[in-house]
């Protein structure tokens, strides 16, 4: 048997949806309740019919589990509104004004709306508002006639202070749960567009290839190293004969080269420092902590990695090399300066015969 869901720790939980099978079922339940307590209260009142009424709307509401089953919320959203609309004029007409029924009518109003987000896509908030203005003009007539008509059956003042104090407290319970839904699904819908946000930033700064930040990360990066006024390395790497692979092996085993060497690189490095993908087959990494003479270290370390890192595309294995230079924050005072100037010493490497560092 498929398990119920826990409605109350759904409810309660600010990291679940609160899906419509929840809050239409709980919709259904809390009227079948109200309304089969009212049987016995209009059982005391002697009004008859209005048994016979809460009776028939209890087997109603019941019988809507079938609807919630077959996710026919928009059918049970009508049903509920013209039902609590029609049980409120008719208790008002039997019982009077001062019994409090008209308070239904009241809280269904913003209900209403509420439950508009609820519907289908097919659903406008045009027909709220019109579902909202019919229940104002259904409050209006109830009024008007009350006024005018003395009720079918007369209870006595305390008989009807008691059905008034009852019909606030439901009446209060309703606005205040679907305060507390309307609530908590502000609160999930936060959570969830910040996490987007949070994605799609993530997203917006890694190299969709290599996984690797970007140019932009890494600006971030190194304007935040810049402000914390300590030391920090540049380290550039230049995958060696990038074209030839290129030409040798396809495209795709050049992504597959950058891809590995991208993951070896990251793997050897400190949780603190940032590998950038700088451009083409240009990779920089971004040493927090670190002076040159240790970056020079950290370089070749990464060299070796490279230089013994088994790589292969469709069972063919490809050798690859690459060529480092390092420069650090003493050497120059802005990001792009220190950038230029690794970038001159790679050159230098690359020169002097390639799969090397190049510090100074």
């Known amino acids: 048997m498929k398990e119920q869901p826990n409605f109350i720790n759904q409810i309660l939980d600010t990291n679940a949806r609160i899906t419509n099978r929840i809050k239409y079922s709980l919709l259904q339940w809390g009227c079948a309740f109200v309304h089969f307590t009212l049987i016995f209260i209009?059982?005391?009142?002697?009004?008859?019919?209005?048994?016979?009424?809460?009776?028939?709307?209890?087997?109603?509401?019941?019988?809507?589990?079938?609807l919630i089953r077959r996710e026919k919320y928009v059918l049970l959203y009508y049903i509920t509104f013209i039902e609590i609309c029609i049980h409120s004029y008719t208790a008002i007409i039997l019982t009077g004004w001062s019994s409090g029924f008209a308070m239904y009518i009241i809280a269904i109003t913003p209900m209403v709306f509420y439950m508009h987000f609820s519907l289908t896509e097919g659903h406008t908030l045009k027909e709220s508002l019109t579902v909202g203005v019919g229940a104002a003009l259904v409050f209006i007539s109830c009024k008007i006639i009350s006024h005018n008509i003395e009720p079918v059956y007369v209870i006595s003042e305390k008989a009807a202070v008691c059905i008034y104090i009852y019909n606030s407290l439901i009446t209060f319970v309703m606005l205040l749960f679907f305060s507390l839904l309307f609530l908590r699904e502000m609160q999930y819908s936060h959570a969830e567009l910040e996490e987007q946000n949070e994605r799609l930033d993530k997203m917006a700064g890694v190299d969709a290839l290599?996984?690797?930040?970007?140019?932009?990360?890494?600006?971030?990066?190194?304007?935040?190293?810049?402000?914390?006024?300590?030391?920090y390395s540049l380290i550039m790497c230049d995958i060696d004969d990038f074209k030839k692979v290129n030409d040798t092996y396809g495209h795709d085993a050049g992504d597959e080269v950058l891809r590995s060497i991208s993951a070896a690189l990251t793997e050897s490095l400190r949780d603190g420092d940032y590998v950038c993908r700088w451009g083409g087959e240009e990779i920089l990494i971004l040493a927090t902590g670190t002076e040159l003479a240790a970056a020079a270290q950290v370089a070749e370390r990464l060299r070796k990695v490279v230089d013994e890192l088994p790589i292969s595309h469709n069972g063919t294995p490809i050798h690859c090399t690459i060529t480092i230079s390092a420069a650090d924050s003493t050497e120059a005072k802005l990001p792009g300066d220190i950038i230029t100037l690794a970038d001159s010493r790679l050159y230098v490497g690359k020169r002097g015969g390639k799969n090397c560092v190049i510090a100074e």
């Open 210 to 231: 290599t996984g690797l930040y970007n140019r932009r990360s890494m600006s971030k990066f190194l304007d935040t190293a810049v402000l914390s006024g300590k030391i």
């Open 42 to 66: 209009f059982s005391a009142c002697g009004a008859a019919p209005m048994v016979a009424f809460n009776i028939v709307s209890t087997v109603v509401y019941v019988g809507c589990n079938l």
